[in-house]
Every structure is written in structure tokens, then in C-alpha cells.
């Protein structure tokens, strides 16, 4: 991790009130990307982590049963609360939590992050992947820098003192050693995609039958 999580928190809090501003064209498809995929039904309870101020808690609100949203930030949760009063949301609820200690409580159906893992290093993202399997979702939703194999190191789409992506192929091992099925991977740069992974759930009675 290049930065402490108190780091990232503090650098994050800092920018919050124009954290939404001036975003790139690359940023706005990956949110639509990841919203597209998260897919919720009204029954469903869905967790987004690295939350930030909102962009896929907030889009997702009107579709899903409710909403957790999850930062480290407190200045990045204010704009999110904020953001949710003003739309009448009243189905989401922000509050503190990390990637290795989400602090959600009870059933879990899609887990989102966008533009937030790679702050992580390689093994800390591997962890954080775990724990996010941990919560037991169908289906894991991921939006962020990550590295296609021709991507440009020296044209980075990151800011290479504070972020650390990883690889498209780092992560296919993540999702898959975490238990999820790897079901899309939409490139939208060569330094940025969505990767959706499924929960692989086995059939009891199949496992039971012999015969097979
Ligand atoms: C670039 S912003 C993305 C925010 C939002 N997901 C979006 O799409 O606009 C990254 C966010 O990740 C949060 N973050 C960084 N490290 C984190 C961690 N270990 N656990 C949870 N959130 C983290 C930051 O506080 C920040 O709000």
C-alpha cells in the first residue's frame, strides 16, 4: 500500500466537496458499467465499498431494497449523506467501514466498488477480495484501474505516488481463488474495466448423488 488507510482517509476528506467535479469521460462509463451489471432486484440488499461520495450507492438506490455504503472518509460520507437527503433516498444508509473490516452486519446479495481497490496493494486486494466473499454475495461487481495487457506505464491514468492497480490478470486469480465465478470483463480503457464475478454455489443434492 503506498499510503496508510488514515492516508487515504485524510486525502480523500481533503477533496471531498469537489470530489465530483470535472470527472473523465472514462470515469462516467465505468460507473454505468458497474451499475448495468450490479443489476438489484427490490429484494435485494447490496453493499458498496469505498463508497466515496455516492456515485453507485446513490445510482443504484431506486432499484435495489436497500443500500449500505461504506468509506473510510469521513468528509467523502458527508457529501454522500448530503447527496442522499437531496434526492429523497431514503433506502441507503453511509457509514464507516474498510475493505478488510466492511462492518456490515446480516444477509449480503451484491457486493460493488468502483475506483477504490486499487488503493490497496497486490496482497491487501487479495484479502479485501476475500473478505467480500466472506459476506457470501451472488455476485461481486468491481469498477477500477487496472492493467490490460498493453497498457501504457508511461502514460498512467493514475497517480502512481498514492495508487497501486493491479493487473486484469492479477485479479481474474482473485476473484477466482476467492470463489467467484468470473463472468464479465469489460475493457473501457487500457488502464480501466469492470470485472463481474459470481458466487459458485454447489448444489447439495449433486454433491450427495453418487451416481454422478
Ligand atoms: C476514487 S474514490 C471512489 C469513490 C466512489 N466509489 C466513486 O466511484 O466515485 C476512492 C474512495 O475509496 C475510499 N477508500 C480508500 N481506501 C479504502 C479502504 N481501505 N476501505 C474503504 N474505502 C477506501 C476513499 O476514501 C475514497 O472515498
Redesign the pocket.
Known amino acids: 500500500?503506498r499510503k496508510t488507510?488514515e492516508e487515504?482517509?485524510a486525502?480523500?476528506?481533503e477533496q471531498?466537496a469537489s470530489?465530483?467535479d470535472d470527472?473523465r469521460p472514462e470515469?462516467h462509463a465505468?460507473?454505468s458499467l458497474?451499475v448495468d451489471h450490479a443489476d438489484p432486484t427490490p429484494k435485494d440488499r447490496l453493499v458498496?465499498?469505498?463508497?466515496?461520495?455516492?456515485?453507485?450507492?446513490l445510482a443504484l438506490a431506486p432499484e435495489a431494497g436497500n443500500v449500505v455504503g461504506?468509506?473510510?472518509?469521513e468528509g467523502?460520507?458527508e457529501q454522500a449523506v448530503a447527496k442522499a437527503d437531496k434526492q429523497g433516498c431514503e433506502n441507503v444508509e453511509f457509514g464507516e467501514?474498510?475493505?478488510?473490516e466492511?462492518n456490515v452486519e446480516g444477509r449480503v446479495d451484491i457486493v460493488?466498488?468502483?475506483?477504490?481497490?486499487h488503493?490497496?496493494d497486490d496482497d491487501?486486494k487479495r484479502a479485501?477480495i476475500h473478505t467480500i466473499a466472506d459476506l457470501e454475495p451472488r455476485r461481486f461487481v468491481l469498477?477500477d484501474v487496472m492493467l490490460f495487457a498493453d497498457a501504457d506505464p508511461d502514460d498512467p491514468f493514475y497517480t502512481p505516488a498514492v495508487d497501486d492497480p493491479a493487473t486484469v490478470g492479477a485479479l481474474a486469480d482473485m476473484f477466482t481463488d476467492a470463489g467467484f465465478a468470473l463472468t464479465a470483463v469489460e475493457r473501457v480503457h487500457e488502464q480501466v474495466g469492470v470485472l463481474v464475478g459470481e458466487r459458485v454455489t454447489v448444489d447439495r443434492e449433486m454433491t450427495e448423488d453418487t451416481s454422478l
Open positions: 500500500m488507510v487515504h482517509a486525502r480523500f476528506t471531498a470530489y465530483d470527472k470515469y465505468c460507473c458497474v458498496d465499498l469505498g463508497t466515496g461520495t455516492g456515485a453507485i450507492a461504506r468509506d473510510i472518509s467523502m460520507l467501514g474498510r475493505f478488510r466492511p460493488t466498488s468502483n475506483f477504490a481497490l488503493h490497496l491487501a479485501a469498477g
